[in-house]
């Protein structure tokens, strides 16, 4: 009982700094300018408002940036699972010549960070005039090296599926692309949310893609935008900027405490299988 | 008349079990290269020539801005040896990525068994601690920003209990410290779901023999834990350093590699040279160098794996 108590507490200290900050950051984007460096520190805004929130859409079109990073987002997690979907059960079910030394070429995707190819990647883009426009945010991460890890959780999913499966869809005249379509990706559901999941985090947290390829405000993405609240010398408008940090993580916050199960055991996995 | 004489003969003519040509194997090899063709032309155009490009770049002097674009051979390699913040550099980068990895993999794991201790709520835990993984990085940064000023919340709560906290992103150690912290708060949950499952896996007998044994709780983690969920620990520093070779928002955020140059890790100072100062050619050669050294750290892990891994999963 003593123990019990003891790790209770324990990891109720373990909180603080996992809860806290998200507490404070909403907190502290409802206070008015003067309470924000208040001594003492204060949990709860003791004049709450939302003029933080009212600036937050005066001085940049957020509107506009929360729906580029949603859009690009939604197309990312679309298009790598079409594509990871189809090159993991290649790789898994199919087999074709070559099969395992372009498996070896996909897996170097993993050993390339993409800061060491975001010089060449920007020159290529910008010679084909789509600097400043997301298609670089679109087309790089769908097909390009954050797209192998998916691919690799495909396969690994894929691989465990029964062979009698697929031999029953045979029976019944389906092709490859049937068998693929009608009988493996049906039972796939658990590796696409994992993917699903990860893709979307992953695209909705860049930064340094978006702060090289993009540069007017318009088709700026949250993350780049929440930087640019600041006043005529470069200091931070605190409030705004957790204002505008509250409204980009209280929605992802939200869906993860609703399916936190899939989130964790999803994510979890990512993890292993890469 | 004559057809109708022919066309018996021709159906006796014909070879009795001819296969079709479109046979179950060859379907499945076109449909199997189409399946991964765009995953492939992907990384051609989006990994593989772009890697080679920075080779060719790197023998390159090219200032964007004076539109040169000039071969020089060697002369980058030789000058990134001779570059005075080279050294602050790799030692930013070295001193992120050890104390990340240390401080991470141990509160990873005191965290998962914590959790494992099959305690009612344990599951709420587990979502808090893994929360900040789906806040979005940068808003997590700048919280722990403004939280981290030197009249921010933590020096106000400090000074609640007597304590002057310093002014933390001001100074080198101080600063060096906070990014590491705020990382490592981000995603150490990833890490610890890991460990929660591996440790899931360690079968009880083992524990129930150790205990027979007489081993202390210590010994039976030291003895039986460690070794049981070695490939997990493997696999999890291998994340861990890997990401934070590629640590760059944080550090973009929260103190733009300085005071000084004290947090300017690898990748921040490719960019500062790439996308700051335009030089192109050089900036290609750190994105090299940075390239071989996380290539050499995984080698390196993989090859580990054998001597110290004690099972293979």
């Not at chain 1, 087999?95 to 993993?110: D, H, K, T």
């Not at chain 1, 691919?151 to 690994?156: A, H, N, V």
């Not at chain 2, 808090?128 to 700048?142: C, G, N």
């Not at chain 2, 760059?248 to 929260?254: D, E, T, Y």
């Amino acid at each position: 009982m003593k123990l019990k108590l003891t790790v209770y507490a324990v990891l109720l200290v373990c909180c603080v700094p996992f809860v806290f900050p998200t507490w404070w950051m909403a907190t502290t984007s409802l206070k008015p300018v003067n309470e924000i460096f208040a001594f003492p520190p204060a949990l709860w805004p003791r004049d709450a408002t939302l003029d933080a929130y009212r600036q937050v859409f005066e001085l940049q079109p957020f509107a506009q940036q929360y729906v580029n990073s949603l859009y690009i987002a939604i197309v990312v997690t679309a298009g790598t699972l079409v594509v990871s979907s189809l090159a993991g059960y290649a790789f898994a079910r199919v087999p074709f010549r070559g099969s395992g030394v372009v498996f070896v070429i996909v897996l170097a995707g993993l050993l390339v960070p993409n800061e060491v190819t975001i010089i060449p990647l920007y020159r290529m883009f910008d010679g084909l005039g789509l600097v400043n426009t997301h298609w670089p945010l679109i087309l790089i991460p769908i097909l390009g090296a954050p797209s192998v890890l998916a691919t690799f959780i495909m396969r690994q999913f894929f691989i465990t599926l029964p062979r009698e499966l697929e031999e029953a869809g045979r029976v019944d005249g389906l092709g490859r692309f049937g068998l693929f379509w009608q009988v493996s990706l049906p039972l796939a559901k658990p590796a696409i949310g994992a993917v699903a999941i990860f893709t979307f985090l992953h695209s909705w947290n860049l930064f340094l893609e978006p702060i090289v390829f993009l540069s007017s405000k318009e088709k700026f993405t949250i993350p780049q935008a929440l930087t640019q609240y600041v006043d005529a010398y470069g200091g931070a408008l605190w409030n705004v900027q957790l204002a505008a940090a509250t409204m980009s993580a209280l929605p992802v916050l939200i869906v993860f405490v609703l399916a936190q199960r899939q989130f964790v055991e999803g994510l979890a996995q990512a993890g292993l299988k890469g | 008349m004559t057809l109708l004489a022919e066309k018996p003969a021709s159906v006796l003519r014909r070879p009795p079990e001819r296969a079709p040509y479109w046979t179950m194997r060859r379907r499945d090899q076109l449909a199997g290269w189409l399946m991964v063709a765009p995953q492939l032309a992907g990384i051609v155009a989006f990994v593989i020539v772009p890697l080679g490009l920075v080779v060719w770049y790197s023998l390159h002097e090219w200032n964007v801005l004076a539109g040169t674009f000039d071969y020089v051979g060697g002369e980058n390699y030789q000058a990134l040896l001779d570059d005075p913040r080279l050294g602050p550099a790799l030692r930013a980068t070295g001193l992120f990525s050890a104390g990340l990895v240390v401080l991470n993999l141990s509160l990873a794991l005191f965290l998962a068994v914590l959790l494992n201790q099959k305690l009612r709520g344990t599951v709420v835990f587990r979502t808090l601690f893994f929360s900040p993984v789906v806040v979005t990085l940068v808003a997590w940064t700048i919280v722990w920003g403004f939280l981290l000023q030197d009249n921010g919340g933590i020096n106000g709560f400090l000074d609640l209990v007597g304590i002057d906290g310093p002014n933390w992103l001001r100074g080198d150690t101080t600063a060096m410290i906070s990014v590491i912290v705020v990382q490592l708060f981000k995603n150490v949950g990833l890490n610890m779901v890991l460990f929660l499952a591996a440790l899931q896996g360690v079968p009880a007998e083992l524990y129930e023999a150790a205990r027979i044994d007489g081993a202390s709780a210590w010994a039976r983690f030291r003895r039986v834990t460690v070794p049981l969920i070695s490939p997990t620990i493997l696999l999890t520093s291998i994340l861990t350093i890997v990401g934070s070779l590629q640590v760059f928002a944080q550090i973009a955020v929260l103190t733009q590699g300085g005071p000084g140059t004290s947090t300017t890790v690898l990748v921040y100072y490719l960019y500062q040279q790439a996308f700051q100062f335009h030089h192109f050619g050089y900036g290609a050669t750190i994105s090299l160098l940075l390239f071989v050294i996380v290539l050499a750290l995984t080698v390196l892990q993989w090859r580990m794996r054998k001597r110290w891994v004690f099972h293979e999963a």
